[in-house]
């Protein structure tokens, strides 16, 4: 049996990952560069983990608690979230002080394209985690969580689920 504690832990990994899987995708996808003032991403995060998935509820967890996990299929996701963000957690940490600088103005080209080359290998690291954590479903949960997904997609397209102080996109 998996412990409320172990639980806790899961579900702190997953918001944090995918808090920093959706500030990567804040970034302008036609050019690769983050998001600056008024041009619509969030810049009240304040830090790495402190993106969308803090607002909506746990993000992965709440997806993951949806599909009704076996606790084996728990402990293998547990297991794959944590060797992720112990994994990534670095490169996220400096993808953040880099955006810093660029917000800020002082990032020179070497850390520009040291930033665009750490976002490509987390953007990467987040789709092999996700993948690793799509294997550990039953085909009838792969199935539920795509329409979860597109779902979740089709909401912050629209802009359904956003916070009442979340600026306009």
């Given at each position: ?60 967890m709440k997806m993951l608690a949806d599909l ?102």
């Open positions: 049996m998996i412990s409320t504690r172990n639980l806790s832990f899961a579900l702190v990994t997953i918001i944090l990952a995918i808090a920093f899987s959706i500030s990567v995708a804040a970034q302008d996808p036609g050019t690769g560069q983050t998001s600056t003032p008024g041009s619509g991403g969030d810049h009240r995060r304040g830090g790495p983990g402190r993106g969308r998935g803090d607002r909506e509820g746990g993000g992965m009704n996990l076996t606790d084996a299929q728990k402990e293998q996701v547990q297991g794959i979230l944590k060797s992720s963000n112990e994994t990534n957690r670095p490169k996220q940490e400096e993808v953040f002080r880099l955006r810093q600088q660029s917000e800020q103005g002082t990032l020179s080209a070497d850390d520009q394209a040291k930033l665009k080359q750490l976002q490509a290998d987390v953007r990467a690291a987040r789709q092999k985690t996700h993948d690793d954590i799509v294997a550990v479903l039953t085909p009838e949960q792969r199935t539920k969580l795509e329409g979860i997904e597109q779902q979740r997609k089709a909401n912050r397209t629209s802009g359904e689920g956003r916070g009442q102080n979340a600026p306009p996109q």
